[in-house]
């Protein structure tokens, strides 16, 4: 039992000391050591635009992040010292020329201060590795100046020192911002690890190749070569052509012809094709990704069908119903008692595919910092297949003739009733169709 526990001991030690280092960089240096990312715009006019129209270049601006940094994360880091941490801690990765700067919390984005500029060029060119083995909680080690690293090194530029690092084509860069662990020292952002312990590492896919892909051409306007150039787009869960036929859906009955009072059962695969981490990912105590099935008779009459529950542990937090959770609002909001609100706005009955985050009275939340366990991590891995079935009982009045049957897959970033109690814009919690799949049965009578 013990020499069980040892290692477990040893590793926990381990992550500490990476993550004072991390912390240790609060404002070590000042904004001015940081060139903004206009200043490579001259040059470097795609990768600008690219980056400009990203993610990455709103990490500290984006609607959805100023809200949840100042309305919940800074004040409940003021009323509860466990999480008092997060007050600097969120812009190690979402404005990190702030936080090494130790301007925080950063102005707000209205302001126009220079947090505005999010994960920028020089923030990723200026790192040389990350402090310790893990990659995770902004544990990068930047070095800013006129040295840009670069995974090429073309050192043919008069404006800056071009150095070649092999870390800057590494996903363990990615990885020391897409991998955090909240103050209950549980992984509540674990993208890298996903991909680490997935098939794709072996092949040697990485981050790059599927979110910096590389095309012929120029990566500067006076570079005198041409070469396969890292793409500087970032497509993520923003982009709904980077979410389109992420899974594929399949679906079969067990049976072709019944008659009314008969049961089918239809059996459904769901296989990820695209992602090279689980799915959802990322911030994935705010993603929903479901299914919903229905049959519609000759008569044009729709009939909704509830998933079967499988019975694993923890089960009713993938199966949408009217439950109420994210009671623990109420504490940054200073709504004493806070009864909760809808967990998810999705057909009762419907199966979904998500990782629930569970603050200290293991209740579901949406404040990632707050989450000191997990529910089951019922998401879809890299390559994996899922099947889901649905045992139907065929209506006694149900029309004969063909009867079809269609699935569809949805997703959304954020739980509609989170959106509309913090007024965030409808954009964030808009449903997005992944995939559907069809089948039929024939019904006599
Ligand atoms: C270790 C780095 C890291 C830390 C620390 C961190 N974040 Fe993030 N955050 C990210 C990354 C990376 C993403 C994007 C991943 C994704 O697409 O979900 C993200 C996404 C988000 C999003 C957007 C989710 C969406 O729907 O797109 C919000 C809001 C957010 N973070 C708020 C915070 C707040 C508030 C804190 C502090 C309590 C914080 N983050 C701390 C790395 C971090
Ligand atoms: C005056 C023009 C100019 C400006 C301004 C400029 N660069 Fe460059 N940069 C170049 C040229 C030219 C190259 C070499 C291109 C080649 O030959 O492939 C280059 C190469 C690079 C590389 C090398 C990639 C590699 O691995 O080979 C990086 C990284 C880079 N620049 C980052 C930056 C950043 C970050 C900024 C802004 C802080 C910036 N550059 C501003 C002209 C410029
Ligand atoms: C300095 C921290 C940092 C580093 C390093 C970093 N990211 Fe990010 N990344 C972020 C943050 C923060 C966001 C979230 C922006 C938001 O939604 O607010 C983000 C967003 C993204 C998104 C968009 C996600 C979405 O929801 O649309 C992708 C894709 C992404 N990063 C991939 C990468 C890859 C690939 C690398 C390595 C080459 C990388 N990141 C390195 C901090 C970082
Ligand atoms: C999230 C981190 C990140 C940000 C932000 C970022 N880069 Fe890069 N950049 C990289 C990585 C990683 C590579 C190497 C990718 C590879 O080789 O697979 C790279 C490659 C490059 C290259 C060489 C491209 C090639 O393949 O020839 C240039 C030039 C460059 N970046 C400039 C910029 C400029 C300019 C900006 C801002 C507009 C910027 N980068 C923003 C991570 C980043
Ligand atoms: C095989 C291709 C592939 C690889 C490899 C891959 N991704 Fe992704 N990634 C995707 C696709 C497709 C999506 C869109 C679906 C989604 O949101 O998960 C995505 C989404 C994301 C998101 C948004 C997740 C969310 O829920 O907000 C982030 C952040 C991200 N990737 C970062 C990374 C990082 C970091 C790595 C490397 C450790 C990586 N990806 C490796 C294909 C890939």
């Known amino acids: 039992m013990h020499a069980y526990l040892l290692p477990i001991v040893i590793v926990t030690g381990f992550i500490f ?26 040059c470097h006019v795609d990768l600008y635009h690219q980056w400009e129209q990203a993610m990455m270049s709103q990490a500290y601006t984006h609607h959805w992040d100023e809200i949840e940094y100042f309305r919940l994360a800074v004040p409940h880091a003021d009323k509860e010292p466990k999480v008092a941490e997060v007050k600097d801690g969120c812009n ?34 200026t790192i040389k590795t990350v402090a310790g083995e893990t990659p995770f909680n902004f544990n990068f080690v930047s070095t800013p100046g006129k040295v840009k690293y670069g995974a090429k090194g073309r050192n043919v530029s008069p404006y800056h020192t071009v150095v070649q690092n092999d870390f800057t084509g590494t996903p363990e860069l990615c990885g020391s911002c897409h991998n955090e662990q909240s103050p209950y020292g549980v992984w509540v952002k674990s993208t890298y690890l996903e991909w680490a312990e997935g098939p794709y590492p072996k092949q040697g896919v990485t981050c790059m190749t599927c979110h910096m892909p590389k095309a012929y051409g120029i990566n500067a306007i006076m570079a005198k070569e041409k070469s396969m150039v890292a793409q500087h787009l970032f497509h993520g869960a923003h982009d709904d052509g980077k979410l389109r036929s992420v899974v594929e859906l399949r679906l079969n009955p067990d049976t072709r012809e ?14 990820n094709a695209k992602t090279g981490h689980k799915f959802p990912s990322g911030s994935a105590e705010e993603r929903v990704l479901w299914v919903h099935v229905e049959a519609v008779d000759e008569d044009g009459n729709v009939y909704h069908i509830p998933v079967d529950p499988k019975g694993f542990k923890g089960e009713e937090y993938t199966i949408a119903s009217e439950a109420l959770a994210y009671q623990d609002l109420g504490i940054p909001l200073g709504i004493p008692d806070f009864p909760g609100i809808r967990r998810e706005m999705i057909p009762v009955g419907d199966r979904i595919f998500r990782l629930p985050y569970l603050n200290p009275d293991g209740k579901m939340t949406i404040m990632q910092w707050y989450t000191a366990s997990f529910g089951p991590d019922y998401r879809i891995g890299p390559r994996e297949t899922k099947i889901e079935t649905y045992t139907w009982q065929i209506p006694d009045d149900i029309a004969e003739g063909r009867v079809e049957i269609r699935a569809e897959m949805y997703y959304r970033k954020l739980p509609v009733p989170v ?18 799949a069809h089948t039929w049965i024939e019904i006599f009578y």
């Open 17 to 42: 000391a990476q993550d004072k280092a991390a912390s240790e960089a609060h404002g070590r240096f000042t904004y001015s050591d940081f060139e903004a990312p206009t200043a490579c715009r001259p």
């Open 92 to 125: 190690g990765c979402h404005a990190p020329t702030a936080f090494l700067a130790g301007d925080t919390p950063p102005p707000h984005p209205s302001k126009g201060s220079r947090a505005n500029e999010s994960v920028s060029c020089d923030v990723c060119h």
């Open 258 to 271: 019944l008659e009314p009072s008969e049961t089918v059962t239809l059996s459904m695969q769901l296989f």
């Open 419 to 436: 959106a509309e109690f913090l007024d965030v814009p409808e954009e964030e919690s808009r449903a997005v169709l992944i995939n559907d």
